[in-house]
């Protein structure tokens, strides 16, 4: 099963688009990229997933490179709302990793 | 709004009790986790199940067991509880829809404090 890498920690000033990154090099064809985000300690939300193709929805835009090793989370207008835990997850078990703390500052 | 229910919300219990958290959901759906997480840190998948009669054991399972009898119940069990597990614990599930996992859909949480 694929493993991601996400930075620690970001910054990202209000109203600015916050583009989070993941590595997820041993994906493998069938693995979708999910990302999830996490407010304090309520259970995570989702917020988009793909498998190959960009998505967008109400939330966000998922842009996954063409050979499906990197993908980012793109928030096109960031809120104080917004600061949260977010994570990458592609795989199938659903096994959460560190995750990137966003910090949207005003 | 998800249709997953988690019981109970808040248990505080001595040493050595036996203890069972109830998740109960009504999506019909075949996949159900298990996490644990303490306050400020990672979620651990401890256990799920792809459907009737099917657990797996994830990161932290070795002092906690699951069954799954029914599509919509995944109890965990503590057999005898210990001041290591006080933790929040969250429930999940998803459906599988042509290979894709599918959205997690997490109860509130069972918040334990072993004394």
């Known amino acids: 099963d694929a493993k991601t890498t996400q930075p620690p920690s970001m910054d990202c000033a209000e109203g600015r688009a916050a583009n989070l990154p993941c590595n997820h090099s041993?994906?493998?064809?069938?693995?979708?990229v999910y990302w999830y985000r996490q407010i304090h300690s309520q259970g995570p939300q989702y917020i988009i997933h793909g498998l190959k193709n960009n998505e967008t929805n109400e939330m966000a835009s998922l842009i996954i490179t063409e050979d499906r090793k990197s993908s980012t989370l793109i928030l096109p207008h960031a809120t104080l709302r917004d600061t949260a835990v977010y994570y990458c997850i592609v795989r199938v078990d659903m096994r959460f990793g560190a995750g990137t703390r966003l910090t949207v500052k005003p | 709004e998800a249709d997953i229910y988690q019981t109970p919300r808040y248990l505080v219990i001595g040493t050595g009790k036996k203890i069972t958290l109830e998740c109960s959901q009504t999506m019909g759906h075949d996949k159900m986790y298990w996490y644990q997480q303490d306050p400020g840190m990672e979620l651990h998948l401890i256990h799920y199940s792809y459907g009737v009669n099917s657990t797996e054991k994830g990161d932290l399972s070795s002092e906690s067991t699951v069954s799954r009898i029914r599509t919509e119940h995944f109890p965990l069990t503590l057999e005898s509880a210990r001041p290591s597990h006080t933790s929040q614990y969250l429930c999940a599930s998803s459906d599988n829809v042509k290979g894709d996992t599918g959205e997690l859909f997490f109860g509130e949480g069972s918040r334990l404090t072993v004394l």
């Open positions: 041993t994906i493998s064809g069938n693995e979708y």
